[in-house]
């Protein structure tokens, strides 16, 4: 009788193990990885952001800057130059423009634009460096950008806008190797930290959407209104030392899924939010610490093996409930702390084993228990009646 309640001990800890290589194995448990580290992003944000030393500053193309720049966006050269020179009277340390700026001239269409737009990159080149943000065509084939513009931003002066989502869409990582081959891309965020820092190499991680709490963003046309009026202290007060990002904050341009929604300004529209929150998110990562590292998966591979013995722990109810609640409770902080201080260890794949195995060996107990109560009850030999 022991040898074969060893047995069935044996076998099923056998499945918890195959369950265990299942998970670490497949995608069967990307959901709820990405559920995880969605949730600890957000409780972190809310309760625990991680200061930030150097933060970015957003300046936005919202809908009040279409109504006040009449003309269409490619035509825009004047405005932009105007920025470019703000950002010069401001002493920004970076700009960087998360607009797609065009493959040829349109001084045929509106004359003298092409000069603004060179004029205000002259006028920042001395005292500012700014990366133009580079797109791709279907293909993955970079758009070109209309070369002048591309020869005064000069060397490491244009970064790419591509970015690299999760299975499910969202974006959470930072990772400059997107080439057809896996070769390297300079990206916006890598190349104006290579401007702050020529030493810098930014390596692929977890963007931290918790640091910094939520951004706020200064309209582009009250940068513009201010340049205009020559008020060089509101300049100097927002983007003084600071990196700058110029993007589009509109409803329904440039769109990208976040984890969490650091669009404090819009707080209804789910996690769908700008595109140059992520592009700032990235940079404050990395420019404050650097990128969240995610362990190596032997790790996540041990703490799988280890929470599968916990299918060894024979329990009454109550109590495998209160194990079960503190191991979660447990292993969930273990991991969001780890996770404020820039280390990432995916926990969902070890969490649902050790709940299995638990739940597996209680539901074992209980019908041993049961199948035991049943053979000790015996039925009464049946007795004739006498007349």
Not at 77 to 93: C, V, Y
Request: overall charge neutral; charged content about 10%; some cysteine.
């Amino acid at each position: 009788m022991r040898d074969f309640t060893q047995r069935v001990v044996g076998s099923g800890y056998a499945v918890v193990l195959a369950l265990a290589a299942l998970l670490l194995g497949t995608s069967l448990a990307w959901p709820l990885e990405f559920g995880v580290l969605d949730a600890q992003q957000s409780v972190l944000l809310r309760y625990a952001p991680p200061p930030v030393r150097k933060d970015v500053v957003i300046v936005g193309i919202d809908e009040a800057t279409l109504q006040q720049f009449a003309e269409p966006f490619a035509l825009w050269h004047g405005h932009i130059g105007t920025f470019l020179r703000g950002m010069a009277l401001a002493k920004a340390s970076v700009v960087g423009l998360d607009v797609v700026l065009p493959s040829r001239s349109f001084d045929s269409v509106l004359p003298g634009s092409d000069a603004k737009l060179l004029g205000g990159l002259v006028a920042a080149r001395p005292l500012v460096p700014v990366v133009l943000g580079t797109s791709a065509d279907d293909t993955g084939q970079p758009l070109p950008i209309y070369a002048p513009f591309v020869t005064l931003a000069g060397a490491g002066g244009t970064g790419s806008l591509l970015l690299a989502p999760d299975a499910d869409h969202v974006v959470r990582r930072f990772n400059e190797n997107l080439g057809a081959a896996g070769q390297p891309i300079p990206s916006l965020a890598g190349q104006m930290l290579r401007k702050l820092n020529p030493r810098a190499v930014p390596q692929p991680g977890l963007i931290n959407y918790a640091m910094g709490g939520f951004p706020r963003y200064i309209p582009l046309q009250q940068v513009n209104q201010w340049v205009d009026a020559g008020d060089v202290a509101p300049l100097a007060q927002a983007f003084a030392g600071k990196p700058v990002l110029l993007g589009s904050v509109l409803p329904f341009e440039d769109r990208q899924i976040q984890p969490v929604n650091l669009a404090g300004w819009e707080p209804d529209n789910g996690h769908n939010v700008p595109g140059v929150l992520v592009h700032a998110q990235a940079l404050r990562s990395l420019l404050n610490g650097g990128l969240a590292v995610q362990v190596g998966e032997s790790w996540v591979v041990v703490l799988a093996l280890l929470c599968s013995l916990l299918w060894f722990l024979q329990l009454r109810t109550h109590t495998a409930i209160a194990v079960a609640l503190v191991f979660t409770l447990i292993s969930l902080g273990a991991t969001s702390l780890l996770l404020h201080h820039g280390w990432y260890l995916p926990v969902a794949v070890p969490l649902l084993v050790g709940l299995l195995a638990l739940a597996g060996r209680w539901l074992l107990t209980a019908c041993w228990k049961w199948a035991s109560a049943a053979a000790c009850v015996r039925p009464l030999p049946a007795t004739s009646a006498r007349r």
